[in-house]
């Protein structure tokens, strides 16, 4: 299948600092990538959708302006978390739709574990 | 997309067959079946997915009923690296289209 890598896997930050999350599709073009986070014990939340080339779309009740999202080629999307909080610790991971896929399979990235102290 | 419902938790003893079932009595016409696995601390891997036929691959068989209101995964015989969540998702296969998650299925596979 598709490979999508993700960097870094895990990051430990101070309070009030920025974080960015790199995810990359290695063996595909990938016009829509997706951003989830995913508490411990619970599933995965989408935060926001991804197009190449346009601004994200996010879900309700996500901050545009705390979690910045910049797909800007068709194999690089990066999701800053702006002035980091220890309620923003979390499991970050991105997916990205094979292009031209008639069955829409979306691959995903290994995560990102962010702990904000 | 239509929403599913799976038992929170299944134990699977090592080398036997793992059925897991997933209700989704409000499918429509148009929307697959998709089965992922996560497992603990790695993103989501996809597993098979189908629309009314049954369907396998070298990792699962999927059994869909013929109402399309019941699927069930199963893994044949089961190994302790399968202990994973598992989740069932429905939904259309439309550019642009996001997987939407639910709690899933625990499944812990026991020597």
């Known amino acids: 299948g598709a490979v999508v890598s993700q960097h870094p896997s895990r990051v430990i930050c101070k309070s009030g600092t920025s974080v960015k999350i790199e995810c990359r599709s290695l063996d595909f073009q990938a016009t829509t990538m997706f951003w989830y986070r995913q508490f411990p014990k619970k599933s995965l939340m989408l935060m926001a959708t991804s197009n190449e080339g346009s601004k994200a779309t996010y879900e309700q009740g996500v901050e545009k302006d705390k979690f910045l999202i910049n797909h800007a080629s068709l194999t690089l999307s990066t999701l800053t978390v702006t002035s980091a909080h220890p309620e923003d610790s979390s499991f970050y991971i991105c997916?990205?739709?094979?292009?031209?896929?008639?069955?829409?399979?979306?691959?995903f990235g290994p995560g990102t574990r962010l702990t904000v102290l | 997309d239509a929403k599913t419902t799976q038992p929170p938790s299944m134990d699977c003893a090592e080398g036997r067959a793992a059925n897991l079932p997933c209700n989704h009595s409000?499918?429509?016409?148009?929307?697959?079946v998709y089965w992922y696995r996560q497992i603990h601390s790695q993103g989501p891997q996809y597993i098979i997915h189908?629309?009314?036929n049954n369907e396998t691959n070298e990792m699962a068989s999927l059994i869909i009923t013929e109402d399309r209101k019941s699927s069930t995964l199963i893994l044949p015989h089961a190994t302790l690296r399968d202990t994973a969540v598992y989740y069932c998702?429905?939904?259309?296969?439309?550019?642009?289209?996001?997987?939407?998650f639910g709690g899933g299925t625990r499944l812990m596979v026991k020597p």
């Open positions: 998702i429905v939904r259309v296969a439309r550019a642009g289209n996001m997987l939407t």
């Open positions: 189908g629309l009314k």
């Open positions: 409000t499918i429509s016409g148009n929307e697959y």
């Open positions: 997916s990205a739709r094979v292009g031209g896929s008639g069955y829409n399979e979306q691959f």
